[in-house]
């Protein structure tokens, strides 16, 4: 089964790298910090870089997604580097007919919503992204003391997309298929947590010193429907790479009702928007559980002030958890000023860690 699990040798020494250290609970000498979506449109470097290169090819492209993931390590100095790719990247690999769309993200050419649509799905074979572990093992000779996340999609948020065909704003055809057909919605969901599996098996192996958990979507679930529909696809991925020596960060949106059954689904860190303070989410996902987050990626425009009073604020809430990572509440917009993610970072790494505990 193991078959893809890293030799311990193969990884760096980062015992000490403040994101794995805060991501375990420990002390870490400062309060690490990274953002979803840094690498992307807005670095002028990146959009120069992937001109005319359409997103898919690029995530296929081992040279190009290793420059794309260092720019952010190098322009902001933040604490990870996130793996260049997409959640549809392992259904890509796998045969399933998607594109990712510029300013809509994927788009399935025949949408899943049958019980013989699950049953054709392809299972991912590991030399089918085999690119991928190609970039991660550049990027960790290239990292040297920065740790790498790799991630992939949820079972939930990549049924989504396979279901609507598309981006969605309501998930009614995922809704109403997990509802009226619950056998054919397992069946789906269990498909897609092998493969998850599969995918991260394969980035660990490569390398990789942590994993993010994309369920991007979950918080448009009731927490009933979240525990009985979601969760233990989620938990069979997580549980599958407990053994894998990388902590396991678990992110969605819109899910402060979610927060406690994320962290029962197996995580270390569990990632939150900007609707609950970390405090207050700190209460709801328990003692031995590391937080990220919750910067709202919409006050990067509201000017300095702001961002700064933001900032001191979320460090100063993240106390109350036992470990915080900082991150946006989701992911960079593409029109953000650059130039106040690199100064969000000099904030964030000058201000206090948590004192130690008893
Ligand atoms: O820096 C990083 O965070 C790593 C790169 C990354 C991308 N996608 C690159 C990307 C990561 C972690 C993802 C994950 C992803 N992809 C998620 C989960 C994270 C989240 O935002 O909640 C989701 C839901 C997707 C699906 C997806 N792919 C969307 C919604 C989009 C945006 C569509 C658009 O053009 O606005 C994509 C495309 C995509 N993935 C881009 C990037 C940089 C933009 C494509 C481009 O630059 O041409």
New binding site residues.
Partial sequence: EMTNAAPVSARRDLTQAPLLVAARGGAPSHVPVW???????SLPE?REV?AGVP?LQACFTPELACEV?LQ?VRRHGVDAA???????VPLAAAGVDLD???????VVADPVRSAADVAALPALDPAQVEPVAQAVRLLVGELGQTPLIG?A?APF?LAS?LVEGG?SRHHERTKALMHSDPETWHALLDHLAGLTLEFLRVQVAAGVDAL?L?D??AGALSEADYRRFVLPHSRRVLSGLADAGVPLIH?G?GTGELLGAMREAGADVVGVDWRVPLDEAARRVGPGVALQGNLDPALLFAGWDVVEAEVRRIVEQGHAADGHIFNLG???M?ETDPAVLTRVVELVHSLPVAPERE
Avoid: E
Wanted: aromatic share 20%.
């Fill in positions: 953002f979803m979506r840094q690498a992307g449109r990146y992937r997103m993931t952010p996130i793996l260049f790719s997409d959640i549809v990712i769309v510029p300013g809509t993200g994927p991630f999609g948020t997309y981006p993010q994309f991007s979507w992110f949106v989701h992911g960079v593409p």
